[in-house]
């Protein structure tokens, strides 16, 4: 009920880009997006992936995150982070 409220409160003002952007961040604070993390070796091939609903923090060089087992996972070198749709599981 309190996304609907704040979703026609943004409608109603005209919500900008950067207005759209702090509602994406709040949400993905409050309910997790889903993301699929994914990190490359040292020759650029695929190495290993991970799909995670829990906030992904950026430290300087490092991203750090819980993977699907609780365990913090903290990423340093070739990785790319993914937004995934939400609908689908």
């Not at 309190?2 to 409160?9: D, E, K, S, V, W």
Request: with cysteine; hydrophobic share 40%; glycine share 6%.
């Amino acid at each position: 009920m309190r996304n609907l409220a704040l979703l026609f409160c943004l409608l109603i003002s005209g919500c900008t880009a950067s207005c759209q952007q702090d509602v994406k961040v709040w949400n993905a604070d409050t309910f997790g997006l889903r993301r699929k993390i994914t990190m490359y070796n040292w020759n650029g091939f695929h190495y290993r992936e991970w799909v995670t609903t829990t906030k992904v923090d950026f430290k300087g060089e490092h991203v750090i995150f819980l993977d699907e087992k609780g365990r913090m996972v903290i990423l340093s070198g070739t990785y790319t982070i993914e937004e995934l749709d939400p609908e689908k599981k």
